[in-house]
């Protein structure tokens, strides 16, 4: 059974700093794009990053966020710097597997692309 499991979220001052992880189990992601996104209240569910063989950043998140990957640990990394209270949200942990993202140069930043999703970790950035 395939899993994701996000940790690493909570409560931080703007202007502060977290790491999110995104734990992979039940199947080998380390030649498939790992993605992270995020959904605000009352918001839509928006792409922050994603790692395949290059790393791709939404604009509002370039220069603060890097993504990273561990593929001894089957573990992707979200490092957030300089958060602004606009980052608050529900963060997940999202892959795309499927034959055509395998060894891709291809950053897919779609929801749809993404067929596995974890259960989401929050963060609140108060002002």
């Known amino acids: 059974q395939v899993q994701l499991v996000e940790s690493g979220g909570g409560l931080v001052q703007a202007g502060g700093s977290l790491r999110l992880s995104c734990a992979a189990s039940?199947?080998?992601?380390?030649?498939?794009?790992m993605g992270w996104f995020r959904q605000a209240p009352g918001k839509e569910r928006e792409f922050v990053a994603v790692?395949?063989?290059?790393?791709y950043f939404a604009d509002s998140v370039k220069g603060r966020f890097t993504i990273s990957r561990d593929n001894a640990k089957n573990t992707v990394y979200l490092q957030m710097n300089s958060l602004k209270p606009e980052d608050t949200a529900v963060y997940y942990c999202?892959?795309?597997?499927?034959?055509?993202?395998?060894?891709?140069?291809?950053?897919?930043?779609?929801?749809?692309?993404?067929?596995?999703w974890g259960q989401g970790t929050q963060v609140t950035v108060s002002s």
């Open positions: 999202a892959a795309a597997i499927a034959s055509k993202y395998y060894a891709s140069t291809y950053p897919p930043r779609g929801i749809t692309e993404y067929n596995y």
């Open positions: 039940g199947l080998t992601f380390s030649n498939y794009p």
């Open positions: 790692i395949s063989w290059s790393t």
